[in-house]
């Protein structure tokens, strides 16, 4: 089978040009009297369109995606080109040179090196200064002064343009600015249209046919390969639903890079929201791009290649909030499906089958036949969505014998199974789940969502909140965003409804929660994750104990283990005072470990009480005790185990030791020995023979267990701490 790869383009005509992350403001030179004349300039060689025209015939054979551009390769940096001039009052330098591409239809740059300092601003803008891209800063760095990395700008549609750099006056670090390639437009760009698919049958995604995709939509993006090539992509969600900026392609787009092997991207742009605003097609798009990309995972045998993004779209200014598509790994097929996508590089389209696809080739593809609507090439990697809107596969091509066209409708579609995609290897690097399912979760279906990157807008405060109130900030709310806060039991709030801080008191004790959701025009409602917090004093209702009924007599004498119900809730941030009763008992050592407690005592008799109270920043609970006597308790030979560390994370070491006052104990020949927790949950279990021995604790969580070490008829309980 051929494949024709489908390859997206954006050609934007505006004031700004296509938007990267950048600062979006005008070149410190406009506002200055420069001669611009005096400006160096570097003209380039026309490229050799003979021997280009017959490489693209080849590529096309061999299903690369189609080049609009071709890279000049150039040594163009700030020491060996251009020319520094000092600005009027001591206010900083700037350094520009001139690129001129005689003939190009548009010019954009890739840097091997690119590392700009703190305060510095770097620019690229046509000459008649209508197109603008930056201004570029410490934010756009991939590297250090050490290891700058790679870097790419988008295209501007002129063949001459300038780089400037500013370095600001209190700055003596200098940039590093390598220009290696520029990439010469020469084909699928006219300075007012925008890629080159067929109108005759495409249709734009705000068309009444895309109406109900409008969430969708915004996932897809338009991806400039390497520079000189297009292809479409889409974010995926993952089982976290964190907003990891993971983006679904197809393998054949890669051009060489690989997961393993060639993985890093650093010259890759993608266009956001690339899309005519009606169901006409119009002019003077300017959509906003990001820079680099790592592939995580990569697998011809379903053409898919999941990237990781360098740069989020809610690193741009204004932010973007897009959506995550949802997907479905059943090999079932959908009874309707549609693809979003940018045939030939152009604005964003769709297309709709109202039948199933079928399995194609190997099984590995499904087959789909569009009744409205149509794929070209530059619509590679596009997603191929279900009847309930979730992802099932991404475009690999059309059969050389069939292709789909508008003068052939009814040609197939192939899409590479996302079913497929998923667990086809036992290299994580060749498959989706590691990746999509990092929770091990094993959904068979995912639903799409509106989200913001871990951490990119997050709530902050603290842990505990008093009846004397509490502040909460919500970090990081996007330019045009309202708050809509909510809390859980035994909490109130006493601010505004979305005020940021916004002020919550404690009605009652108890563990709760405290939720923003942000209200955007652009992507409606996303709800972030909860924030755990403990409202008010501690709960303490009672002790327990002895625990466990299994109690552990040596040389030392009789140890003991209580604890407090409830446990102790980690949020509420308790402190625990233990203490004995009658007050003038001297015979007993105490060890205490928050909520619980171990007591061994030499020399036993009658009865004691063991009291308890909790405490936290909001204050102390009543104290609370339990009554236990010694009237029946035997003593028992003279042994005892003992283990370390403790608290521990990673090992223990349990040794027994016999004293000199038991020469006659008579030593088990293997010991049972367990793992459990203050409710008798076995975690861990194995036989032991030797002394002393060590077992692994590192699968535990934090918290309070016990070691039961069970010989005989006899059963020795070890109080543990686990604390990674």
Aim: hydrophobic share 30%; net charge negative.
């Amino acid at each position: 089978m051929k494949k024709y790869l489908l390859t997206p383009v954006v050609f934007c005509i505006s004031l700004i040009g296509f938007a990267q992350l950048s600062t979006n403001e005008v070149p410190l030179s406009f506002k200055e009297n420069l001669n611009r004349d005096s400006i160096p300039q570097v003209k380039l060689s026309a490229p050799d369109f003979n021997q280009i025209n017959k490489q693209d015939s080849i590529d096309n054979l061999n299903g690369l995606p189609p080049r609009f551009g071709y890279g000049i390769e150039v040594n163009l940096t700030t020491e060996n080109s251009g020319k520094w001039v000092d600005l009027p009052n001591s206010r900083g330098r700037l350094w520009q040179l001139e690129i001129y591409s005689p003939g190009a239809l548009s010019i954009n740059l890739l840097y091997d090196k690119f590392y700009i300092p703190p305060g510095g601003k770097f620019f690229v803008y046509s000459v008649d200064k209508k197109k603008i891209l930056g201004a570029f800063t410490e934010r756009n760095n991939k590297g250090d002064k050490i290891q700058p990395g790679a870097f790419a700008t988008s295209l501007i549609l002129k063949d001459r343009i300038i780089i400037e750099y500013f370095n600001p006056s209190y700055s003596n670090e200098i940039p590093i600015i390598s220009v290696n390639k520029v990439v010469h437009g020469y084909k699928y760009i006219t300075p007012f249209n925008f890629g080159d698919s067929d109108d005759s049958c495409e249709i734009n995604i705000n068309c009444p046919l895309g109406e109900n995709w409008q969430d969708e939509k915004t996932s897809v993006a338009l991806i400039v390969v390497d520079g000189t090539r297009w292809c479409t992509g889409s974010l995926i969600n993952n089982t976290l639903e964190n907003g990891a900026p993971y983006l679904l392609t197809a393998d054949h787009c890669l051009c060489g890079l690989d997961a393993i092997t060639n993985p890093y991207a650093t010259t890759w742009t993608f266009l956001w929201n690339y899309e005519s605003p009606t169901c006409e097609n119009g002019t003077d798009f300017n959509p906003p791009s990001t820079s680099g990309a790592t592939v995580i995972a990569n697998n011809p045998a379903s053409d898919f290649a999941l990237l990781q993004l360098d740069e989020t779209p809610y690193d741009l200014i204004p932010s973007l909030c897009l959506y995550y598509n949802g997907w479905s790994r059943s090999n079932n097929a959908a009874s309707n499906t549609t693809g979003i996508h940018h045939p030939m590089g152009d604005i964003k389209k769709i297309s709709v089958s109202y039948s199933s696809p079928s399995s194609y080739g190997n099984g590995n593809f499904w087959q789909v036949i569009y009744d409205q609507g149509i794929v070209e090439r530059g619509s590679s990697g596009s997603p191929l969505y279900n009847q309930s809107s979730r992802v099932v596969g991404q475009l690999y091509g059309t059969p050389q014998n069939d292709p789909i066209s508008c003068q052939n409708p009814d040609g197939p579609a192939i899409y590479g199974k996302f079913s497929v995609s998923w667990d086809n290897s036992t290299n994580s690097k060749r498959r989706l789940k590691d990746w999509l399912d990092p929770i091990s979760s094993i959904p068979l279906t995912l639903n799409g969502a509106y989200l913001f990157p871990a951490n990119y807008c997050n709530i902050s405060g603290p842990n505990v909140v008093c009846s004397s109130g509490a502040s909460f900030t919500l970090n990081n709310l996007p330019t045009g965003c309202t708050i809509e806060w909510s809390s859980g039991q035994y909490l109130a709030r006493s601010s505004p409804q979305g005020s940021n801080p916004c002020t919550f008191t404690a009605t009652s004790n108890g563990s709760s929660w405290i939720q923003a959701t942000i209200n955007s025009s652009s992507c409606g409602s996303i709800t972030l994750p909860k924030k755990t917090v403990w409202a008010g004093k501690p709960i303490l209702n009672s002790i327990a104990g002895p625990f466990p009924p299994y109690i552990y007599k040596g040389c030392t004498g009789q140890q003991y283990t209580f604890y407090t119900i409830p446990a102790r809730d980690p949020v509420s941030q308790s402190s625990y005072q233990w203490m004995v009763e009658p007050g003038y008992l001297s015979w007993y050592f105490m060890y205490q470990y928050y909520d619980w407690v171990t007591i061994v005592f030499n020399d036993p008799s009658d009865y004691y009480q063991v009291i308890a109270r909790a405490s936290n920043t909001c204050g102390n609970t009543e104290w609370k005790s339990t009554l236990f006597s010694f009237k029946y308790i035997q003593i028992m030979d003279c042994y005892y185990f003992s283990m370390y560390p403790n608290p521990a994370s990673e090992y223990i070491t349990i040794t027994l030791t016999v004293t000199e006052n038991d020469k006659d104990f008579v030593r088990p020949s293997e010991f049972n020995v367990q793992i459990i927790d203050n409710v008798g949950i076995s975690y861990y279990s194995t036989t032991k023979t030797e002394d002393s021995f060590t077992i692994p604790v590192s699968h535990l969580k934090d918290g309070n267990y016990f070691v039961r070490i069970t010989y005989g008829n006899k059963i020795e309980s070890l109080p543990l701490i686990i604390k990674h």
